[in-house]
Nanobody
Framework: QVQLAESGGGLVQSGGSLRLSCTAS????????MGWYRQAPGKERELVAI???????NYADPMKGRFTIARDNAKNTVDLQLYNLKPEDTAVYYC???????????????WGKGTLVTVSS
């Protein structure tokens, strides 16, 4: 079993900052990529940012320059620093771990339960 635990969401004013953190725990050999998606009310889940074990990073265009992803491979953590937040950033932010190889040698993707970020205008 693999669990992802997120923290750091909350209410912030427009222009403010937040830091989200996620830790993967459980029984697994490796994780290929860790990152964040978000889902706003009435919208589909979308990529925010993701980082592979070898350092490749992908940001969605609206987040470039405002959000920063940081991953610690040894600790199985991924953080997302959000700057200059806008009301349209309001969403539930989900941590994801992809191509996780578990002890039974199976590979799969795992999701956290999400943390709510609310940006007031």
């Amino acid at each position: 079993q693999v669990q992802l635990a997120e923290s750091g969401g909350g209410l912030v004013q427009s222009g403010g900052s937040l830091r989200l953190s996620c830790t993967a725990s459980g029984s697994f050999f490796s994780i290929y990529a860790m990152g964040w998606y978000r889902q706003a009310p009435g919208k589909e889940r979308e990529l925010v940012a993701i980082k592979t074990t070898d350092g490749l990073t992908n940001y969605a265009d609206p987040m470039k320059g405002r959000f920063t992803i940081a991953r610690d491979n040894a600790k199985n953590t991924v953080d997302l620093q959000l700057y200059n937040l806008k009301p349209e950033d309001t969403a539930v932010y989900y941590c994801v771990a992809t191509r996780v190889v578990t002890m039974d040698r199976k590979s799969g993707d795992y999701w956290g339960k999400g943390t709510l970020v609310t940006v007031s205008s």
